[in-house]
């Protein structure tokens, strides 16, 4: 729906979707290495390989950095992140994601508040909100016209500012 390239982490690029292996799909990028945006840093791009998605946008900004975390646990997605923000080059405006289960809301505040991890200013994206969101953008046949970077935005929430609340 946004355009966005998308870096989907290498060892997921061969389950099925549909016809197609999902690094087959349309936008999938093949080789994290040939993102312009990434060209100087050898190390972030070996850092990244793993990360579940990645979106880029005209080849010189990534929108977000996202992690599933569904078999593996938040620490580990965190760390990922971690590691590729530092060995990579320093963007604005990049959304760090855990993608998690609603019940792992607490969780996900708590360890992303970690004082190790606070750079990251991570985002929680709830399956219950991707899953609204899709079938919004399905529903009502949204064009990325009407579905921006800030409409996005409203269906995460930012770790730091309720963990200190709670």
């Known amino acids: ?14 389950f099925q979707y549909g016809d197609k292996r999902v690094g087959e799909l349309n936008g999938v990028i093949p080789r994290l290495a040939d993102e312009r ?6 190390d972030a791009v070996k850092a990244a ?3 579940d998605c990645i979106w880029f946008k005209n080849g010189k900004l990534m929108p977000a950095v996202m992690e599933v975390e569904h078999s593996t646990g938040i620490t580990s997605g965190l760390t990922r992140m ?4 530092d060995l990579g080059p320093h963007l604005a405006d990049i959304r760090w994601v855990i993608v998690a289960a ?18 990251l200013n991570a985002k929680f994206f709830p399956y219950s909100a991707v899953e609204e969101l899709y ?7 949204l ?5 921006n970077e800030a409409f996005l935005d409203c269906f995460m929430a930012p770790c730091l500012a309720e963990s200190i609340l709670n």
Do not use: P
Not at 37 to 42: K, T
Not at 135 to 141: A, F, S, V
Not at 143 to 147: D, G, Q
């Open 82 to 85: 971690k590691n590729f923000q």
């Open 102 to 119: 609603d019940e792992d809301r607490a969780e996900v505040m708590r360890k992303a508040s970690v004082e190790h991890f606070q750079s």
């Open 143 to 147: 064009s990325n016209k009407s579905v």
């Open 49 to 51: 390989n793993l990360i």
């Open 135 to 141: 079938d919004l953008c399905k529903r009502r046949k």
């Open 37 to 42: 945006v990434l060209a100087s840093y050898e």
């Open 1 to 14: 729906m946004l355009g966005f390239r998308t870096w989907v982490a290498h060892n997921d690029k061969g």
